[in-house]
């Protein structure tokens, strides 16, 4: 029987050092909150416990303002919030995809009622909203999801654009002095007692997007895939350039055709996309033997996973740090 695996991330980008305690807290709170849920036996239907995990981790995050996903997400060029999330189970490649998702705190679970719908795939902007309030989700007043640090951004945005700055790589990290200002897409892959993979992603997009902009996130092969027979990839970074290149279809490619672990996937895959397209971003990654793959060409991205009771995380290249997993309540 598979040990169960608990993989999330937090963004990649050009995460600064004031940011990086907050970063840690959300990815430890995440993990704490969804790794009951892989304890338990795996359910007859689809991947239930692995499902059930990924949604608490992306949901938790999605309440925290450290992450650019529901609660402090990025803000369009009309100061709006349009969100999107992805989720998919690798047994029987259900799937469920949101895009131009507004006034409700958690685009995941919109994402997974989808799923459960089984007649669709995606839906995008007021289809994926009546979708949300007709399955138990609470409409929200105009601009509750606004934070001062989204609306800073915003400001910069507009003064970049004014004075001719390039802002191909808009900005997603909502802090200051940044040189490489793309990903804080958050997301999770699991893997439960049965080997069920399962995979969500969810974000707010890129600061100064325009209205009705789609990013890599919602697309099934770009910012989330997951195939019990290979495995799944959650990604993060430069919108654009995720979907031009097909990033999470690439790693799993490389896993199944060329033979290589879920590590070395991962980092030859981020590496080629940015070697070849210029811009950066990240994955993580677990294949069908349930080992973990962490790769990003960015200056950081937070990351964290469990498993036998110990929480590996961090947020630098080639850094590992540990403690042991404290249950919440605990």
Not at 99 to 115: E, F, G
Not at 201 to 215: E, L, N, Q
Not at 298 to 308: E, I, N
Request: with cysteine; aromatic share 4%; hydrophobic share 40%.
């Amino acid at each position: 029987m598979p040990r169960p695996v608990l993989l999330i991330h937090g963004g990649a980008g050009d995460i600064t050092d004031s940011r990086i305690a907050g970063k840690f807290k959300g990815i430890k709170e995440a993990l704490r909150a969804a790794w009951p849920k892989l304890e338990t036996e795996p359910s007859i239907d689809a991947a239930g416990n692995a499902v059930d995990a990924v949604e608490a981790a992306v949901r938790s995050m999605e309440l925290d303002e450290a992450f650019n996903a529901g609660y402090g997400a990025c803000l369009n060029t009309a100061g709006e919030v349009e969100m999107e999330a992805s989720l998919m189970e690798g047994r029987n490649l259900r799937s469920g995809c949101v895009s131009l998702l507004r006034d409700v705190m958690h685009p995941i679970t919109v994402a997974r009622r989808l799923m459960e719908k089984k007649r669709h795939v995606f839906l995008g902007g007021e289809a994926a909203l009546e979708l949300a309030l007709s399955t138990g989700s609470e409409r929200l007043p105009a601009g509750a999801l606004i934070t001062e640090s989204a609306l800073q951004a915003l400001r910069e945005f507009k003064q970049q654009q004014a004075v001719g700055t390039d802002t191909t790589y808009a900005r997603t990290e909502l802090d200051d002095a940044r040189t490489d200002p793309k990903g804080d897409t958050v997301g999770a892959v699991a893997m439960d007692l049965d080997g069920h993979i399962v995979v969500g992603t969810s974000t707010g997009g890129i600061t100064g997007k325009w209205p009705g902009r789609i990013g890599d996130t919602p697309l099934l092969g770009c910012g989330t895939y997951a195939d019990n027979t290979i495995g799944g990839v959650s990604t993060t970074g430069h919108g654009e350039t995720i979907m031009r290149y097909n990033l999470a279809q690439r790693i799993l490619g490389a896993i199944q055709h060329q033979g290589l672990s879920a590590q070395a996937a991962a980092e030859q895959e981020c590496t080629r996309m940015t070697t070849r397209i210029g811009g950066t971003g990240g994955a993580i990654v677990i294949d069908h033997n349930g080992e973990v793959g962490i790769s990003f060409t960015s200056r950081r991205m937070a990351w964290g996973y469990v498993r036998d009771s110990i929480i590996h995380y961090g947020i630098e290249h080639n850094e590992v740090l540990q403690e042991p997993f404290v249950p919440i309540g605990d």
